[in-house]
């Protein structure tokens, strides 16, 4: 199955000096803030030229986000695809010997059910799935 590319999630210590550092970067406003408390983290939201790049910073010492920059530090977090049909997309990922890290969707940031695939089955990348909530 094909998919376009949601976003690309970057992992930051602080959104207080990430958001305008992105800002000046990508000469583009954050158009969006918002608390994901599912996932431990404050995100913010860019759009480039239909590119759109998703700031996490987590809110729980102990958060994976919180970890993942203890351990490799600052960046490249995931990349998101779209799928029209999160769940018969996670059934089709299962059948083919993909590690889903959830075994149900979750509301995730920006109106979306989300499901990660296990980076070690991707090359390590960490890849979410998103679906829009309609």
């Given at each position: 199955m094909a998919y376009n590319v949601d976003h690309i999630g970057i992992a930051v210590a602080n959104l207080e000096v990430s958001i305008p550092l992105f800002e000046r970067l990508?000469?583009?406003?954050?158009?969006?803030?918002?608390?994901?408390?599912?996932?431990?983290?404050n995100t913010a939201f860019f759009l480039k030229e239909g590119a759109k790049v998703e700031l996490l910073e987590s809110i729980d010492p102990n958060?994976?986000?919180?970890?993942f920059i203890a351990k490799k530090g600052e960046g490249m977090h995931h990349v998101a695809f779209e799928v029209p049909n999160i769940e018969a997309e996670m059934a089709r990922l299962q059948k083919e010997g993909f590690?889903?890290?959830?075994?149900?969707?979750?509301?995730?940031?920006?109106n979306?059910?989300?499901?990660?695939?296990?980076?070690?089955?991707?090359?390590g990348v960490l890849i979410e799935l998103c679906q829009t909530i309609h």
């Open positions: 990508l000469g583009s406003p954050c158009y969006k803030t918002e608390s994901v408390e599912s996932e431990n983290v958060g994976v986000i919180a970890k590690t889903l890290l959830n075994e149900v969707p979750k509301k995730g940031a920006d979306k059910l989300v499901c990660f695939v296990h980076p070690k089955d991707a090359n």
